[in-house]
C-alpha cells in the first residue's frame, strides 16, 4: 500500500528531477557570480520564489527557525520566501492545482538551501540517508528539491502523512512499505 506522502513524493521527485532536471546536469554553485553566470547561459538556471507562483501555498521554513532536529536557525537573517528554479516552481504549481481541485493545498518547509547549510548538516549527521553529503551536494543545493506537506486549504492543518518533518527513522524514506495483516 502507497500513501499519499509516498505518491506525491515519488510524482514531486519525478517531476523535478527526472524529466526537469538531472542532477549530474546540475553543479553546485556557492558563489553569486556563478550563479549569474549559470542563469545567463540557461535562464532555467534562475531561482524563483515559490510563493510568487503559488499564492496559497502555506510557507512554514523550518531552518529559518528553531523548530527543526538542530533546535536553531541554520539560515542567516530574516528569510519569509524559499525558492526553487523555475521549471521545478511550475511542476509544483501543477500539484497545488490538482490538490486545491480537493480542498488540499501544500506546506512547504523548505526549498533551495545553501550549499553551506549542507556542509553544516553533514558535520552534525554524517550519514547520507538523511542528509546529503557536501563531496556531491543536493538536489535541495540545486534548487530542484523540496520538502513539504499537504494541508485542509479550510482548516489549514497538515493531513497525516505518517512522520513528522525531519523523521530520521526507517518509516520516512520513500520506499517504506507499510505491511497490514489481514484481521
Known amino acids: 500500500m502507497i500513501s499519499m506522502k509516498k505518491t506525491?513524493?515519488?510524482?514531486?521527485?519525478?517531476?523535478?528531477?527526472?524529466?526537469?532536471?538531472?542532477?549530474?546536469?546540475?553543479?553546485?554553485?556557492?558563489?553569486?557570480?556563478?550563479?549569474?553566470?549559470?542563469?545567463?547561459?540557461?535562464?532555467?538556471?534562475?531561482?524563483?520564489?515559490?510563493?510568487?507562483?503559488?499564492?496559497?501555498?502555506?510557507?512554514?521554513?523550518?531552518?529559518a527557525d528553531t523548530n527543526n532536529f538542530v533546535g536553531r536557525k541554520m539560515y542567516r537573517g530574516e528569510i519569509r520566501e524559499t525558492y526553487l528554479r523555475k521549471p521545478a516552481v511550475l511542476a509544483l504549481q501543477k500539484v497545488q492545482e490538482g490538490l486545491a481541485q480537493q480542498n488540499l493545498g501544500l506546506k512547504i518547509w523548505d526549498a533551495y538551501r545553501p550549499y553551506s547549510v549542507t556542509?553544516?548538516?553533514?558535520?552534525?549527521?554524517?550519514?547520507?540517508?538523511?542528509?546529503?553529503?557536501?563531496?556531491?551536494g543536493s538536489y535541495h543545493n540545486r534548487g530542484t528539491a523540496v520538502d513539504l506537506t499537504i494541508i485542509d486549504l479550510k482548516t489549514r492543518k497538515e493531513l497525516n502523512m505518517g512522520t513528522g518533518f525531519d523523521n530520521f527513522t526507517d518509516s520516512a524514506h520513500h520506499s517504506f512499505k507499510i505491511f497490514l495483516k489481514k484481521f
Not at 515519488?10 to 523535478?16: C, K, Q, R, V
Not at 553544516?120 to 553529503?133: G, M, P, T
Open 119 to 136: 556542509k553544516d548538516f553533514w558535520e552534525l549527521i554524517k550519514d547520507d540517508r538523511y542528509v546529503a553529503n557536501p563531496a556531491r
Open 8 to 63: 506525491l513524493a515519488l510524482f514531486l521527485f519525478i517531476s523535478l528531477s527526472s524529466s526537469v532536471f538531472a542532477q549530474s546536469e546540475l553543479k553546485v554553485i556557492d558563489r553569486m557570480k556563478d550563479y549569474k553566470k549559470s542563469v545567463k547561459a540557461n535562464p532555467e538556471n534562475k531561482l524563483s520564489g515559490i510563493k510568487s507562483h503559488l499564492s496559497e501555498v502555506a510557507l512554514d521554513l523550518r531552518y
